[in-house]
């Protein structure tokens, strides 16, 4: 096992044309980190940054029948180029009740989720980097698993599970108790975000807990201080970059959920992603679902700068 | 002690929470009545079902080719991407560059979506490409997601091993090209492994992003899934969930002792 990644000594003929690539580049003003750099920047540039461009581009337009179905921005007339740019979208988003409404029931729903998520996810977090070694890895690969399956049908899968005559109404029969509305309540989505985004939450917590020195807790307990005090006072501040990561990791795209909401949730269910499909889909109105996500954009800036701060902690700690 | 039962049980909680919807499903996928929840005696015809539905097998072929190539194409710039961010401690655009890469981590799916389709169809506009939409429009958006998970993985798995490997390798004159491949490429490949099942899977998995960079006649599997579900509920649904969970069960299971095997070397290096 050992001999095989030793590593042995290049032969020195395979060596020479690589290193007069490398030179001949480097004459023509490229350097080796610059190919490196190439496709990955050029590639992010292209297919991320210039859409978000293009998306406020166009929240800027106003919707027109035809091909493509927004006005132009620019317009050339009689040799000089016109820029239109309509507000009116975003007036739309300020005025209009819908818009606003589920804006913030989206920031509602985000925020609940993200903290039934902690709560639930914390102590297994904790479980799972307190149990002995060779179980460490087998409750991690059980937290990742969920996290492969599909998506779509972990939601689906709970819809069976939460519908009328689904197995939860079905145990309580039993007991000869009421069967439950469940389905198409906000109560619904909550426990769907919940499901699909444990494991964002645990794998951050677990990170930063299984690094904690055993040695401050027991010098805490040989102070006098109670496992309950402990743990106010040492393991959850030291954890705080784990719980703002997986917080966030949570928060910020359960914000735009589009699948939870419409499967689980009910008609009432108001949230921005679902408000952006339909605009996009059913009112096929694209200006107004661009003006929507800058919106959304907007409320997730904050929260992905503090994910990005939090994750740089849990990573060097 | 109060923690000596509450994390065990907080925890078991925590598992059933996981699992449960997840195992009835898989049950149910075996029950011979068309209502999914009640059950009526054993059957595999919903399997049946399943793979004489012409529509289904379509969009399942489409999503296996659409996720290996995402996966490939993501694996290699998100590969590029890990060593540039590990390795070059200082570039002009550093911060920039670390965040183009993480944010499509967290970028709510509808904003990914609309954005790129808004991107494409603009670009259609003024050069002409791509013509329509379809399976190279949802490659190229995949790709681009994927690519940050790539980058994580490996990163991680760049940033924590030994650098006197190549270090030596580099004193012996091979160039850093050289190095790379010779030294670095062999100890990372279970990142690299991983990274790919990684793409691969939440390829297979996209709903949102898909349904807008889509075109007609490109419909991927959890398109036809979504709409399917849309209408309530289905017995080869749960079929097809089953056969998938198993698929993947296997997977992160293979690559879960890849991963474990791969660890007591890097000890010893």
New interface residues.
Partial sequence: ??AT?T?T??P?R??KP??A??RGLAKVGIS??ML??A???L??????????A??FG?SLATKQFGR?PYSPLLTTEEGTVQLTLHLNNYIRLFTDNLYIAAYLSSIRIAFISTVITLF??Y??A???A?APDRWR?I?L??????F???????V??????M?G???IN?FLGLFGIEPLVMMQTDFAVYVGIV?TY?PFMILPLYTTLVKLDVSLFEASADLGAR??RT?LSVTLPLSLPGIIAGS??VF??A?????IP??LGGPETLMI?RV??DE??TAAN?PR??AV?VA??LA?VVP?ML??RA?SAV?ER | ???GW???I??TL??S??????V??VI?SFNESR????WSGFSTKWYGELFRDPQMLKAAWLSLQIAAIAATIAL???T??A??LVR?RR?KGRTL????????L??????TG???L??F??ME?FLGWPQGRGMLTIV??H??FC?AYVCVVVQ?RL?DFDRS?EE??MD???????TFF??TL??IAPALVSGWL?GF?LS??D??IA??VSGPGSSTL?MV??SK??LG?SPD??A??TI??GL??T???IA?IIQ?RSK??KA??
């Fill in positions: 096992m050992t990644h590593p000594i290049p020195p395979r060596l690589w290193n690539v490398e080796g980190r490196v750099l496709a990955p920047v590639w992010l540039l292209v297919f991320f940054l210039i859409p978000l293009v998306v166009i493509p639930v996810g102590p297994m904790y479980a799972i307190r890895n409750l690969m059980l937290v990742i698993l969920p492969f399956t599909s998506f779509l049908l972990r689906y899968a709970l819809t069976g599970f519908r005559n689904g197995v079905q499901y444990l496992p309950l743990f966030m990791l910020i795209p914000i735009g959920e589009y699948v419409s499967l992603g952006l499909w996009f889909f694209w679902a661009a996500a959304m954009l997730v992905i994910l990005q994750q990573v | 002690m109060r923690r509450f994390l065990p907080a925890a925590g598992f929470f996981l699992y449960a919807p997840i009835s499903l149910f209502l999914v929840t009640v290699v710039l998100g590029l991407a060593v540039a070059f570039f560059f670390s965040g183009m890469v993480s944010a499509p967290v970028m709510p799916d509808v904003i609309l954005s790129l808004l991107l169809v603009a506009g190229i958006a790709s681009t690519t991680s940033s490997l030596a390798a012996l004159g091979a160039s850093p090209v050289r010779d030294i062999p100890i990684l899977t297979l998995d709903l949102v349904s807008f959890p899934i979504f579900v849309r509920v649904v749960n097809l969930a998938i969970i993947v069960a997977g992160v299971l879960t474990l007591p070397k010893k290096a």
